[in-house]
């Protein structure tokens, strides 16, 4: 499936990166890049930082998800809330029914 979104999602006052990616080992990565460019963007460039991140980008993510498309598994697209916590939910007064906001969706 595709991963990605036509709308622009925001987590806090961040817009995330929601560009159509036709496989989630490119969505998931390019997402986080564009975090790191905005912080860069605000804060400058720090060697150390750029150091991990080379790291995560070219180890760590690999790894963790090279393991979720073999032996026959596929990974599917679905709607994620991606700030789910505490302060993010609550229960409907009139209703007494769960609510979840401000999803960052992705």
């Known amino acids: 499936g595709d991963f990605g979104s036509q709308?622009?999602?925001?987590?806090?006052d961040i817009p995330q990166d929601k560009s159509?990616?036709?496989n989630w080992k490119h969505f998931f990565p390019k997402s986080l890049r564009h975090l790191a460019n905005l912080r860069e963007d605000?804060?400058?460039r720090r060697a150390e930082l750029e150091q991990l991140l080379h790291a995560i980008f070219e180890r760590v993510i690999p790894r963790l998800l090279r393991p979720?498309?073999?032996a026959g598994w596929t990974l599917k697209t679905l709607?994620?809330?991606?700030?789910?916590?505490y302060g993010n939910a609550s229960i409907d007064g009139d209703t007494?029914?769960?609510?979840?906001?401000?999803p960052a969706s992705f």
Do not use: A, F, M
């Open 7 to 12: 709308c622009v999602t925001y987590n806090g």
């Open 79 to 85: 709607l994620v809330h991606g700030y789910l916590w």
């Open 96 to 102: 007494g029914k769960g609510l979840v906001y401000n």
């Open 68 to 70: 979720l498309e073999t």
């Open 42 to 44: 605000k804060v400058g």
């Open 20 to 22: 159509w990616s036709n």
